[in-house]
């Protein structure tokens, strides 16, 4: 049941894209998802769109160190220090050192080394998918069958993390935009969502048939210790952070830095910056649960900017051309979908957090 929810959302969020490149179609100057949104709903609309992108982006932000801090602990298990009075241990000890160095690369006011090292990070995905296959077919752990084919209630919170896992919509403008042959952006789409969907399915069937419901958010933390494929699956998770923060977090420096001029001074700018890392420290520090904070932002941020919002803005700029009933069916059915995961796994994933807090 959990396959076939992340293929069938895997053919919206190809849909949904269909519609972004239609509105953009509908006028040349558009460039970012902000811009559909300024002309589909105005200023207000555009500045809708910008919070709810931001948001996002942050939130990705605060998981890049859970992820950090949960891998690393596995790594070295008893490191610990004292800041102050206060002795910090574990994950909350790694994830402060990778905010100290994770920090210098957002004070740069150019991103481009940092995008050039991060564009090997295509690769990642294929590492730690392999490394996972070869831990369960040679590392000791096998492959074995499981009986329980259903979970119902499992599903709100699977749906959330599907909808985060395909939030690539909101740089689809921008990517179409700087592309030099904007008739194949569509090709893109369908490649990208469905080289992902992919990916996503063969790590879902293997850390299953490996782990069952003892599975954890993230694999990672399930293999062997020791084994070099864990290692190198590990080392991989770790390093993408590093780079993928600063460029995570840079959308929502320049709308602020854009918003307040003030903030584009060298010591403001520092000092802002700053202030940023040190705000998703202290989130990631306070709501550590990787697997339901994923849930929480994909049911309340990415279900709204992937499904609900492309079928808005096609409908609002389109309005003077006739839909089909057909068409409408499909689009009123997304908006629905995205409805209904927004509410019930916004609801499930904050009662799972406040449960675990």
Not at 17 to 45: E, H, W
Request: aromatic content about 10%; glycine content about 8%; charged content about 10%.
């Amino acid at each position: 049941m959990s396959l076939l929810l992340l293929f069938l959302l895997a053919i919206i969020c190809c849909y949904t894209g269909s519609l972004l490149i239609q509105c953009m179609n509908a006028d040349p100057q558009i460039r970012t998802y902000p811009d559909i949104a300024n002309v589909a709903f105005g200023y207000k609309g555009k500045i809708f769109a910008s919070v709810v992108l931001c948001l996002s982006m942050y939130m990705f932000a605060v998981e890049l160190l859970i992820l950090e801090g949960d891998n690393l602990e596995n790594l070295f298990p008893n490191m610990s220090f004292r800041l102050g009075g206060l002795r910090i241990k574990g994950s909350k000890a790694f994830v402060l050192l990778s905010a100290l160095i994770i920090l210098p690369t957002v004070w740069l006011r150019g991103l481009g080394p940092l995008a050039y090292v991060s564009a090997c990070g295509v690769l990642a995905p294929i590492i730690v998918v392999g490394s996972v296959i070869w831990a369960g077919l040679f590392g000791g752990v096998g492959f074995h069958a499981r009986k329980r084919l259903f979970n119902i209630k499992g599903l709100p919170t699977a749906a959330s993390i599907y909808a985060f896992c395909y939030s690539g919509h909101g740089v689809f403008p921008t990517i179409r935009a700087s592309m030099k042959d904007r008739s194949k952006s569509m090709r893109v789409i369908i490649l990208c969502i469905t080289t992902a969907a992919l990916s996503y399915a063969l790590m879902a069937v293997s850390g299953y048939l490996m782990y069952g419901q003892h599975l954890n958010s993230q694999i990672t933390l399930n293999l062997p210790k020791g084994k070099i494929s864990s290692k190198i699956a590990i080392y991989t998770i770790v390093a993408t952070p590093l780079v993928k923060y600063a460029i995570a977090v840079a959308p929502i420096v320049i709308a602020i830095e854009d918003a307040v001029p003030l903030c584009k001074r060298r010591h403001v700018s520092l000092l802002f910056r700053t202030m940023l890392v040190a705000s998703t420290v202290i989130v990631a520090l306070t709501v550590p649960f990787f697997g339901y904070l994923l849930a929480l932002v994909g049911s309340a941020l990415s279900s709204t900017l992937n499904l609900c919002l492309p079928c808005l803005f096609y409908l609002k700029i389109t309005k003077n051309s006739k839909h089909g009933k057909v068409e409408m069916v499909v689009i009123v059915g997304i908006v629905l979908l995205s409805c209904i995961i927004a509410v019930v796994g916004t609801y499930t994933s904050m009662k799972k957090i406040m449960q675990h807090l």
